[in-house]
């Protein structure tokens, strides 16, 4: 990754604790590094590529809720 913009920490997958999620201005992409429960974390995976100029970012929870009348 070159030019990393954007960093948050956040348990994404639900499983050994807070990932790192980053943006890479200079790549154009948004990598996941897993948090392997024992201090590392894993190598970084690219979740979104060819992105222009990423930049923050933000996780959070959606609840959906869709009613049939």
């Known amino acids: ?3 990393v913009y954007g960093i948050h920490i ?3 997958d639900g499983i050994n604790g807070n990932d790192i999620i980053a943006s890479s201005a200079g790549d154009g992409k948004l990598v996941w590094y897993a948090n392997n429960g ?3 974390f894993a190598d ?6 060819g ?3 990423p930049g923050n970012i933000v996780t959070g929870k959606l609840m959906l809720v869709i009613l049939s009348i």
């Open 44 to 49: 970084g995976v690219d979740i979104l590529t």
């Open 38 to 40: 024992d201090g590392t």
């Open 51 to 53: 992105l222009l100029d």
């Open 10 to 12: 956040a348990d994404l």
């Open 1 to 3: 990754m070159s030019y």
